[in-house]
């Protein structure tokens, strides 16, 4: 006797296992540079003083379609011998994923133990701040608090026993670099912003349409398969 059931069955476990095997291979791909879709051109940021984070960093000039708009984010100052002025001043950046930095300077960083200290936060924003100036270094050297602040050297502490090539999961913050271009100007402070990791595939436009191939095929071989009574059960 023929069972739609069990056709529906076959079809249904074939699916699911299709799209759990292709998500599971996109998601490691994403999650192994950060998942993030970044302008690849300059955009511009204006900073103010934050009492969450070091600074409230407004992007502007940045394209539809990126996984960041030109909305607020928290900020943070990764090079302290650098000043960067606040707005009404404006100034031009590029944006990288610390999970996946250009050559030079940026690559070399501790950017596992600033990304483990921006989601294991203790105390205030000063408190987070100066474990990411203790981390990062750009040949100025290792900024070390006075031993009476405990809140921050717990974080410290923590980041070190903890953080070593600490990759940031979905939900998580990831820091993105904004890195200055100068123009003729005056240096300007490397800073980082906040970014919740999205773990989206870099080009769903090919995965879906190739899952939804998949779907049609296994469905005509079923149905194929109940028509010449392949198909049967008790």
Known sequence: MKTHNGTKLIAFLGCFLIASAIASATSRVAAADGGLNLPPNMVRIEVFNGTQSYF????????????????????????????????????????????DPPNGSLANQRWDMVNYVLNHKQGNASNVQKPIWYFIDFNNGSIA???????????????????TNFVPAQGQIIAVVCDPIYFFSNPVQVSIIELANPVIPEFPSLVFPFLFAIFTLLTVVVYRKRKTGTLSGA
């Open 56 to 99: 409230e960093t407004k992007l502007s000039n940045v394209p539809s379609g990126y996984d960041v708009t030109n909305a607020t984010y928290q900020g943070w100052c990764i090079d302290i011998k650098t000043e960067m002025s606040r707005s009404p001043a404006l100034h031009d950046v590029m944006l990288y994923s610390s999970l």
């Open 145 to 163: 608090p006075p031993q009476s602040d405990t809140v921050t050297w717990a974080i410290i502490n923590d980041a070190s026993t903890n953080g």
